[in-house]
C-alpha cells in the first residue's frame, strides 16, 4: 500500500491506528464516536437603551443570541467581545458576566456534543447591525426586549435575556427594589 503524505510503500504495522502504535497526536488514545464532543463557547446580551441584539443563524426564523468557540489564548470575556463584533457588527462593552448555561444535543453525525457557554452583559459603543458578516449569519438586527424574548428559538437564552434585562434595568435605575418592582 503507497502512503497518501509520502509516496513510499507502508508496512502492516505502518497502517496500523496511531493509538496502537503507541503515537501520541489529535485523536490518538480515542476510538471516533466514544464520549461527546465538548465546546466551551462565550457570547454577549448587549443592550443599547431597551434594545438587544440578535442574530439569525440558518434563516430569519432562528434567531439566538450572538455566542461562539473561544479560542486558544483567549479569555471567556474576549471571545465574547469579539463573536458579538463579528456575528453582529457592533462593537460593545462587556459589563459583567451574567451566567454560564450548558445542554447538549447531537451532531447530524449522531454524535453527542456537550456545549458550555458564558454569557455576559454587555453595551453599545459603536458600529452597525447592518454591518454583520453574511459569512457569520444570516442576519442580524436590535429587537425591543419584550419581542426579542419572543423571538429567541431556544428557552435557555430566553432565561439568559430575562437576568440580563433584569441587570439591564438595574443598572439603568440603581435605586433598591425599583427595578424589579415593574415585573410581575
Given at each position: 500500500?503507497?502512503?497518501?503524505?509520502?509516496?513510499?510503500?507502508l508496512s502492516a504495522s505502518d497502517r496500523q491506528p496511531a493509538a496502537r502504535r503507541g503515537r501520541s497526536g489529535r485523536g490518538a488514545g480515542r476510538r471516533r464516536g466514544r464520549g461527546p464532543k465538548r465546546?466551551?463557547?462565550?457570547?454577549?446580551v448587549?443592550?443599547?437603551?431597551?434594545?438587544?441584539?440578535?442574530?439569525?443563524?440558518?434563516?430569519a426564523?432562528?434567531?439566538?443570541?450572538?455566542?461562539g468557540r473561544i479560542e486558544r489564548g483567549e479569555s471567556p470575556a474576549?471571545?465574547?467581545?469579539r463573536e458579538v463584533r463579528e456575528e453582529t457588527g457592533v462593537e460593545g462593552e462587556i459589563l459583567e458576566p451574567l451566567t454560564t448555561i450548558q445542554f447538549s444535543y447531537q451532531q447530524r453525525s449522531g454524535r453527542p456534543v456537550h456545549k458550555t457557554v458564558d454569557y455576559f452583559l454587555m453595551r453599545y459603543v459603536s458600529?452597525?447591525?447592518?454591518?454583520?458578516?453574511?459569512?457569520?449569519?444570516f442576519e442580524a438586527g436590535w429587537f425591543p426586549w419584550p419581542r426579542a424574548e419572543e423571538i429567541l428559538t431556544f428557552a435557555n437564552e430566553r432565561s439568559v435575556l430575562k437576568i440580563a434585562h433584569r441587570r439591564w434595568r438595574e443598572r439603568?435605575?440603581?435605586t433598591p427594589g425599583r427595578a424589579g418592582a415593574e415585573e410581575g
Open positions: 500500500m503507497d502512503c497518501r503524505r509520502t509516496g513510499g510503500q465546546f466551551h463557547s462565550a457570547g454577549g448587549l443592550f443599547q437603551e431597551d434594545k438587544v441584539v440578535l442574530i439569525a443563524i440558518g434563516s426564523e432562528r434567531w439566538q443570541l450572538p455566542k474576549q471571545a465574547a467581545q458600529g452597525s447591525a447592518s454591518d454583520y458578516d453574511p459569512g457569520e449569519v439603568q435605575d440603581p
